[in-house]
């Protein structure tokens, strides 16, 4: 077995996050790429609880809070006290933060476009197969 996958995954990822970084920079978007994972996620599910959001985003709980606490200070989501449980908050998009993945999705859509442009449905999911088979023998 070659243990060179792992390199090409985690290298493949990083090229990924730099290139849409830049995206974000040049079109003067002050936000990270984990910022914005964040950002989708709430967009996809709505009010989420600070776990939830944690896991969906593979993120830890204390990279997972400070990404919110730049988020609240940017005032792309609220963050509000949990109804059911006192101990938690719930998270969702504000007015602002869903004016921003407005102006972000056509141009995450035309760089994932552009990356995957030679990979048929065949190739996608190959690629969807195997790496959700290496995530779950890992959890």
């Known amino acids: ?36 994972v964040v950002l989708l996620e709430l967009h996809d599910y709505g009010v989420l609880n600070q776990v939830t959001l944690s896991k969906l985003c593979s993120k830890d709980a204390p990279t997972t809070t400070h990404i919110i606490k730049l988020l609240l200070k940017k ?20 007015k602002k933060g869903r004016a921003l993945i407005q102006k972000l999705l056509p141009i995450v859509i035309e760089f994932r476009r552009k ?10 999911q190959h690629l969807v197969r195997i790496a959700n088979k290496i995530s779950q023998n890992l959890y």
């Open 115 to 124: 990356g995957w442009h030679e990979l048929d449905k065949k190739d996608e």
């Open 1 to 36: 077995m070659s243990f060179y996958y792992g390199f090409i995954f985690e290298s493949t990822a990083k090229k990924i996050k730099v290139a849409l970084q830049q995206q974000f920079n040049e079109h003067k978007i002050a936000i990270t790429v984990d910022q914005w």
């Open 75 to 94: 005032e792309l989501i609220i963050r509000e006290l949990s109804e059911d449980d006192k101990r938690c908050y719930n998270i969702s998009l504000s």
